[in-house]
């Protein structure tokens, strides 16, 4: 998938931009694979973000030997979203 975004942008920037309906064209085919590209992790940010509340839920009943699990796992999503 990775391989694929990075190659439609690639072909979108080296479209013609001499004229203004071919700089247009190119515009719109950029747009079209960033709108593309953010997808995957907009996806991963809103299901990651969407465990809060059953990570809230477990950590209250969990092992508290499992404690350092739960305050890595939260700090993890944290950091990456």
Same mark, same amino acid.
């Given at each position: 998938m990775? /391989?694929?975004? =990075? *190659? !439609?942008s690639? @072909?979108?920037?080296?479209?013609?931009?001499?004229?203004?309906?071919?700089?247009? +064209?190119?515009?719109? +085919?950029?747009? +079209?694979?960033?709108?593309? +590209? $953010?997808? /995957?992790? =907009?996806? /991963?940010?809103?299901?990651?973000? @969407? $465990?809060?509340?059953? !990570?809230?839920?477990?950590? %209250?009943v969990?092992? $508290?030997?499992?404690?350092?699990?739960?305050?890595?796992?939260? %700090? *993890? $999503? =944290?950091?990456?979203?």
């Amino acid at each position: 998938m990775r /391989v694929l975004l =990075l *190659l !439609l942008s690639q @072909a979108a920037s080296k479209m013609p931009k001499a004229s203004a309906d071919e700089a247009s +064209a190119r515009e719109r +085919a950029l747009a +079209a694979a960033l709108d593309k +590209a $953010i997808q /995957v992790p =907009l996806q /991963v940010a809103t299901q990651a973000n @969407a $465990i809060w509340p059953t !990570l809230t839920t477990v950590a %209250q009943v969990c092992n $508290i030997q499992t404690a350092s699990d739960m305050q890595v796992s939260s %700090q *993890l $999503i =944290l950091q990456h979203y």
